[in-house]
């Protein structure tokens, strides 16, 4: 199996701060790498799938990028609905694996 | 717009069994994959199965292997996960999921199972 180790596992942050979560695969997964956020209590909803490709609503402050076997999902500009948690998750190869998350909270 | 709802979800002891259902709407569902993912409390996001559009190719977790069967029916647009054998480590939120070439876009709101006596 593939395992994606996601860091950090928090990070508190203020209104407009940039915002970087990484995840490292084991193996390399040729891009197919999507990113989750989600609420408490709420179903995860997707951000943004093929490492960099913006799911239709998603605002422009996300974005992902590559390098090797590491993913970065960034958030420019951080805003009061994105405080949540963050997930990645590879399809390259089955079972799809997720990381742990990474709970981003206000500083 | 897309719409998946999970039911079937409740208490139920350790050995026993639960068919979740998940009734999706919204799309043109026999074209796609639909997934099982679940979330322990607390805890991450665990694929579980998926299957595909026409129900011909399915697989499994290596966790509920044996245990799990996942199925569908286009003309009722609905996906099942049959669940013997539970254990409590099969405790969780179940979430179905409309996938696309491995990527989960749109979610149901969830079903909670708990296995405990």
């Known amino acids: 199996d593939i395992q994606m180790t996601q860091s950090p596992s928090s990070l508190s942050a203020s209104l407009g701060d940039r915002v970087t979560i990484t995840c490292r695969a084991s193996h390399d997964i040729y891009n197919s790498l999507a990113w989750y956020q989600q609420k408490p209590g709420k179903a995860p909803n997707l951000l943004l799938y093929t490492t960099s490709r913006l799911e239709s609503g998603v605002p422009s402050r996300f974005s992902g990028s590559a390098s090797g076997t590491d993913y970065t999902l960034t958030i420019s500009s951080l805003q009061a609905e994105d405080f949540a948690t963050y997930y990645c998750?590879?399809?390259?190869?089955?079972?799809?694996?997720f990381g742990l998350g990474t709970k981003v909270e206000l500083k | 717009q897309v719409q998946l709802v999970e039911s079937g979800g409740g208490l139920v002891k350790p050995g026993g069994s639960l068919r979740l259902s998940c009734a999706a709407s919204?799309?043109?569902?026999?074209?796609?994959?639909m997934s099982w993912i679940r979330q322990a409390p607390g805890k991450g996001l665990e694929w579980v199965s998926h299957?595909?559009?026409?129900?011909?190719?399915?697989?499994?977790a290596d966790s509920v292997k044996g245990r799990f069967t996942i199925s569908r029916d286009n003309a009722k647009e609905s996906v099942y996960l049959q669940m013997n054998s539970l254990r409590a480590e099969d405790t969780a939120v179940y979430y179905c999921a409309r996938e696309f070439s491995g990527y989960q876009f749109g979610w149901g709101q969830g079903t909670l199972v708990t296995v405990s006596s």
């Open positions: 299957i595909s559009g026409s129900g011909d190719s399915i697989y499994y």
């Open positions: 919204g799309f043109m569902f026999s074209d796609f994959y």
């Open positions: 998750q590879q399809y390259y190869s089955i079972p799809w694996t």
